[in-house]
């Protein structure tokens, strides 16, 4: 044994341990993917979080359970890939950089397109790896030679090709349609960027008179100002109301433009007055009626939000400043009638924060119908993906039948700009909706294809919108791995094992994916789709930037270390897809939850210290596994127990049960292992050092200990590498790079433990009683177990050793009857065994006796006061609910120490 044996520090420090192993795991490249490996491949693509982000507690659930997967599979013996990467997030990017500009006096057209990319880029080589390094804190075991960037160039490459793969196929098509517009990005939006939100406004009824003079109609709307764009009035073919006015005109009220009434069964009667205005360029149904009875189409909107010419006189005015102005003018004019206090659902854009306009646009499409078809067919053939829970197969099933066609137009700067470029030529000279176009991969190939189509003598101008975010993020499970190419990483990891994302992004991400993934390489991009909860703060309620009540993980790691966290994040997960809520006090910035898993992680420390310090310089290795028939029964138990444990995480862990795996570690580790067996053997460590028992508790302890350290390395993965390498004595190895514990069966015995119950169970009842006696710690006693059974008699016999040692006891008496007379003696109960200490020499139980009646009298004394209080009708009725509710919570304390005293008197016999 070698005097210079390195030992644990006397107290653990997560700070200076958790970024030594982060370092030294990318330094090593200790989980840089080999396509050459053997093992079965497991992959995981993380989703990409921002370029603009940084770290919140939704991003720190999602990668501690990828990082669960990921370890536990590296340790299975997997071929393992963990791909990181960040999104460029268009609007994102564009809403930061804008607000720079405008601080500055700018709008990015002031510095065109060419500078604006040049500072978007600089900032994100300045701001964008924040979220990345945040990342490695967390322990992310990622790949990080294989990160990627949505706008790196084989990402770009993947994204021309899976456009021009599309549009050939007449899947994507560019046409005049009514979008989602976000005035604040300005830029279209897709459907699912819209978040519906229910807000307090007003529905305004007017008078619109019949154009022969022979009375009006009334209408409703909560849009006033889209008046000014109708081209109809609408309304349903059954209502016997209006059949007579079908077919007539009216003339607009403040515009004086003849439009006519008309009748179509999307109109509800019960709506408003049954009237609809029809406003064909700035309302969804309005656009169908529009088409269906080839009404013009008016659009009154800049893309600001500001009215443009066909408003007449608001001209130039926003959006709800010219609402007021049309509902006054309209009132000055005799045409209001009434107006009425209305709550209904405004759709807002989720990125501009603003409520979206309904606006007549060319835009490109993609067709979703052939897409989400063949994703819904491999979900009902084959159940693929498997949604875990799979309550959200419906969801996502649902989703795929309701999708529309995909705006992909976006009117930004940042992003993939769209591979098609205009035809100008002498007689076409301006870009309109009908311009000829060429998808091409880049310039040179739209050159050639267009003078192949249209002559020598023209010039290209490229789309200059950039495609939705989304777009590339639904090609990422592959184009990350190098799709279109077919790459060594493509052939090896794709589909990808488990996609873990929040319930929240099924329809904007995964369905998208699915959809993508079909088309391109015919498979679905992940076998299991592991939906996970929320984390709400202390009140339960959802984290959000508006509610100012998000929890920096990055303040508790430094309060408490990463593992701290990520052990309480995986642990208080009660089942797949659960949300969890983190305690947190913001005053503080402690957490009970969090203190609760440091402690955990101090306990595992201290436990190891001990053992170390008591193997005499060995390794599990060198002391060797022990021999089964020299093991002791305390020996036995703890292996029954930790091989049940491998066995219940293993089978957790590909359940998805994370959570259950992270209890029961805990509930091994600290009661099983440390509270326990510890105990047990402190007296075999402490003998000769030459006999075979203790040889046999250290083997028993270096292998449990081991062998534990590895079942909670994918959980705890910082302090497990460090006591890990101390217990070995390694240099050149990594914990996260051993063998996942497998369970031998044939160490597993039910019996034994169900046994072992019984001895816990009887030490922890005799350590009560010395308690409640008030007997010294140092003190030996005497003691009596009484049973009838004959199999409990024989369990406590085979383990008098141990209730003797961790009990305190010179004498023990196991009898199936009890003498007549015994003296007074403080008795309990386990099962059918009774346990008596007598007390006779040991303590003055008079003493003791008056003690507990004085401590009985004064108790009672204080339930009977705050009875009588709360029993007064003047008292409930006048004090503040808060004084009621402490003074009863009082009363329960009190009745529940009574109870105690009783029963600890009574015990004294």
Known sequence: MSANVPELPTQYDPKTTEAKWQEAWETHQVFKADTNHPGTPYSIVIPPPNVTGSLHMGHAFEDCLMDVLMRYHRMCGHNTLCLPGTDHASIAVHTILDRQLKAEGKTRYDMGREKFLEKAWQWKEESGGTIVNQLKRMGLSADWSRERFTLDEGLSKAVRKAFIQLYEAGLIYRGNYLVNWCPASLSAVSDLEVESKEVDGHLWHFRYPLTDGTGYIEVATTRPETMLGDTGVAVNPNDKRY???????????????????????????????????????????????????NLPFINIMNKDGTLNENAGIFQGQDRYVARKNVVKKLEEEGYLI????????????????????????????????PLSKKALTFLDEYNSPRFVPDRWTKVYRDWLIKLKDWCISRQLWWGHQIPAWYVISETNNEITDHTPFIVADNEDEAIKKAQEQYGENITLEQDPDVLDTWFSSGLWPFSTLGWPENTEDLTRYYPTSTLVTGFDIIFFWVARMTMMAGYFTDQIPFKDVYIHGLVRDENGKKMSKSANNGIDPLILIKNYGTDALRYTLIKEVAGAGQDISLQYNRKTDESESVEASRNFANKLWNAARFVMMNLQGNTPKTLGVPDREKLELCDRWILSRFHQLVQQTRNYVENYGLGEAAKGLYEFIWGDFCDWYIELVKTRLWKDSNTESRLVAQQTLAYVLDNTL????????????????????????????????????????????????????????????????????????????????????????????????????????????????IGQVIA??????????????????ANLRGKLEKNLAKIEAEIKSLSSRLSNPGFVNKAPQEIIQGAQESLAEAQKQAEILRERLHRLK
């Open 710 to 821: 590895r079942l909670l390395h994918p959980f705890m993965p910082h302090i497990t590498e460090e006591i890990w390498q101390t217990l070995t004595q390694t240099s050149d190895q990594f914990l996260a790079l051993q063998a996942y514990p497998i369970a031998d069966t044939q160490a597993i015995d039910p019996q034994l433990e169900t046994s072992f119950d019984l001895i816990i169970a009887t030490i922890r009842t005799l350590r009560n009683l010395r308690a409640e006696a008030e007997i010294k710690p140092g003190v030996k006693v005497s003691v009596i177990l009484q049973s009838e059974n004959e199999h409990e008699r024989a369990i406590l016999e085979s383990a008098q050793p141990y209730i003797k040692d961790l009990s305190k006891v010179e004498q023990l008496t196991i009898t199936p009857q009890l003498e007549a007379e």
């Open 338 to 369: 009434k107006v009425e206090e209305y709550r209904h659902a405004v759709p807002y854009s989720d990125r501009g924060k603003v409520p979206v306009e309904p606006l007549l646009s060319t835009q490109w499409f993609v067709k979703i119908e």
């Open 828 to 845: 309990g109960v386990v099962g059918t065994v009774q346990a008596l200490i007598p007390l006779s020499g040991i303590i003055d139980i």
């Open 243 to 293: 059949q007579s006015l079908i077919g007539k005109t009216l003339t607009l009220p403040l515009v004086g433009r003849e439009i006519p009434i008309f009748a179509d069964e999307l109109v509800d009667p019960e709506f408003g007055t049954g009237c609809v205005k029809v406003t064909p360029a700035h309302d969804p149904n309005d656009f169908e009626m529009g088409n269906r009875h």
